[in-house]
């Protein structure tokens, strides 16, 4: 399937502003792009792009006075599969983890394993290391918090989450990743797009899509602890030890957020065009 992604997003700002955006399509999707992804700031300022410690694709420019508008747009080749279920994935022994996967084990802004390793060795203790321990607990997180864009704090930690029982996406992803750090298994924060493809149409407004990745079996598996089933679609953006990692924007100086529009939407063969 063919998938169009875009977005639109205006910050007003007093003065010039120097920004940080995370707002391309990851690196691993790029062979998936048909033609040209365009992220453009309006007034035309120039966007100086690179890649960042995690391999995400990075724009710093400087918002003029009154502010900017980022645009992007990608029309974007998609399997159509869901997410992979490999119900016989292992879990690797810490000590046979590779160098490079030992962060996505620590503690990191947002996911405090150091207050809540107690609390999944009582949940998760007994359950079969690898993918069951895992779907174990995407389950629990999946049920044990109610969402809401009403509890979106961007302040939430992982803890928060799991005392308080409600959040967005992120808190979602933030508590279930924490949980499989403090059960030993590598986890790692992913941000992108993922439209209403293959479900019943939400009438609510498009955001960003937040979940969660795990390190099983020598690779990188996604869960969703917010929706609890593969899904179709996604179009990764960013990873990271948690949401402080993917920003989708940081400004240096004041700005307030007046537009935010998200589209992706599958498309007919028949209506791409490329360019």
């Known amino acids: 399937?063919?998938?169009?992604?875009?977005?639109?997003?205006?910050?007003?700002?007093?003065?010039?502003?120097?920004?940080?955006?995370?707002?391309?399509?990851?690196?691993s999707r790029q062979a998936d792009i048909i033609g040209t992804e365009t992220v453009v700031a309006e007034p035309d300022v120039p966007i100086r792009f690179y890649h960042d410690g995690?391999?995400?694709?990075?724009?710093?420019?400087?918002?003029?006075?009154?502010?900017?508008?980022?645009?992007?747009?990608?029309?974007?080749?998609?399997?159509?599969?869901?997410?992979d279920i490999m119900p016989g994935a292992q879990q690797l022994p810490i000590e046979q983890l590779p160098n490079e996967l030992m962060l996505y084990l620590m503690p990191s802004r947002y996911c405090e394993t150091d207050k809540l390793t107690d609390v999944?060795?009582?949940?998760?203790?007994?359950?079969?290391?690898?993918?069951?321990?895992?779907?174990?607990?995407?389950?629990?997180?999946?049920?044990?918090?109610?969402?809401?864009y009403k509890h979106a704090d961007h302040m939430k930690s992982a803890h928060d989450v799991y005392q308080q029982k409600t959040g967005v996406c992120r808190d979602f992803a933030h508590l279930a990743l924490t949980f499989c750090?403090?059960?030993?298994?590598?986890a790692r924060y992913c941000t992108g797009y993922m439209g209403?493809?293959?479900?019943?149409?939400?009438?609510?407004?498009?955001?960003?899509?937040?979940?969660?990745?795990?390190?099983?079996?020598?690779?990188w598996f996604t869960f969703?602890?917010?929706h609890n089933a593969p899904r179709k679609g996604r179009i990764l953006m960013g990873t990271g030890r948690d949401a402080a990692d993917v920003a989708l924007s940081t400004s240096f100086g004041r700005m307030?957020?007046?537009?935010?529009?998200?589209?992706?939407?599958?498309?007919?063969s028949?209506?791409?065009?490329v360019g």
Not at 181 to 186: F, L, N, Q, T
Not at 256 to 267: A, Q
């Open 181 to 186: 750090r403090c059960m030993g298994v590598p």
């Open 1 to 27: 399937m063919d998938i169009r992604v875009g977005f639109e997003i205006t910050y007003a700002a007093e003065q010039p502003t120097p920004m940080v955006i995370m707002l391309n399509i990851h690196p």
């Open 256 to 268: 307030e957020l007046k537009k935010f529009v998200v589209v992706s939407d599958e498309v007919a």
């Open 120 to 148: 999944a060795w009582s949940l998760f203790g007994k359950t079969e290391p690898g993918w069951k321990r895992v779907a174990a607990i995407t389950e629990f997180v999946h049920e044990h918090v109610t969402f809401g």
């Open 224 to 226: 969703d602890a917010r």
């Open 270 to 273: 028949a209506d791409v065009k």
């Open 196 to 219: 209403d493809i293959g479900i019943p149409k939400d009438p609510s407004p498009m955001d960003f899509s937040g979940w969660f990745q795990v390190w099983l079996s020598g690779q």
């Open 54 to 83: 995690f391999g995400n694709v990075c724009g710093r420019l400087v918002a003029p006075t009154g502010g900017v508008t980022l645009k992007g747009n990608a029309l974007v080749r998609d399997s159509g599969r869901p997410d």
